[in-house]
């Protein structure tokens, strides 16, 4: 098989991390070469974005800087993780992508949906997901549970950015129902995972459950 790229998608507390995770076990039960990433992050350029982005301390970093510090983790990935992998026949899970920053940065800090789209373009070298994994959680929830080990900067943000953030997802989701599949994530880890597996079986018909296999 080629290289196949999924990204999953959410709102903070969805549970991404977790069902990437179980993702990556149902293609490793099939013998499957599989890389497992995440935004920002990845690189060590990346996890040094990361730590400044996620710095709750960092209270007054301006939208635009935000955008160009994504991008740059962004950058860093696909040049050194992703298109390698992918060039080699891996299956790329990656907690996070492009379909973020429309969601953060556009629908919830207001900025150009097309200023954004052309920096995402930028920094991707054009390549877009075969398919994302849009986790939808009430962003109360998400929040909720995302806080339990303490808030990151994006964490603390408002409950009324969270739920422009969601409100972004769920519309890009909607212009872009080829590629994107929403996975209701408010239920049982294995609930929502059986879901992302019959998600993912439209490009992989083989795949199975993790503890089923």
């Avoid at 013998?31 to 982005?53: F, S």
């Avoid at 900025?111 to 994994?133: C, F, K, V, Y």
């Avoid at 996975?183 to 880890?189: F, H, L, Q, S, V």
Wanted: glycine share 8%; aromatic share 6%; charged share 25%.
């Amino acid at each position: 098989m080629p290289g196949l790229f999924i990204t999953l998608e959410g709102a903070d507390g969805a549970g991404k991390t977790t069902q990437g995770a179980l993702l990556a076990q149902a293609f490793r039960a099939l013998q499957y070469p599989v890389l497992e990433t995440r935004e920002p992050g990845g690189t060590p350029v990346g996890e040094a974005a990361r730590r400044v982005l996620l710095d709750p301390s960092l209270t007054g970093m301006a939208p635009m800087a935000e955008v160009f510090l994504y991008a740059a983790a962004r950058a860093q990935l696909i040049r050194e993780v992703i298109l390698p992998a992918l060039a080699a026949g891996t299956v790329v899970i990656c907690d996070r992508f492009t379909d973020s920053t429309l969601a953060y940065q556009g629908y919830g800090r207001g900025l150009d949906m097309d200023r954004l789209q052309s920096i995402n373009h930028w920094a991707t070298e054009g390549l877009a997901p075969d398919l994302t994994l849009l986790l939808d959680i009430d962003s109360d929830e998400g929040l909720s549970r995302a806080r339990r080990k303490g808030a990151d900067r994006m964490e603390m943000e408002t409950a009324a950015f969270h739920q422009k953030v969601r409100h972004g997802f769920l519309e890009l989701a909607a212009k872009e129902t080829s590629r994107i599949r929403v996975i209701p994530a408010g239920r049982d880890i294995f609930e929502v995972h059986r879901q992302v597996i019959n998600a993912v079986r439209e490009k992989v018909p083989e795949l199975v459950c993790s503890q089923e296999g």
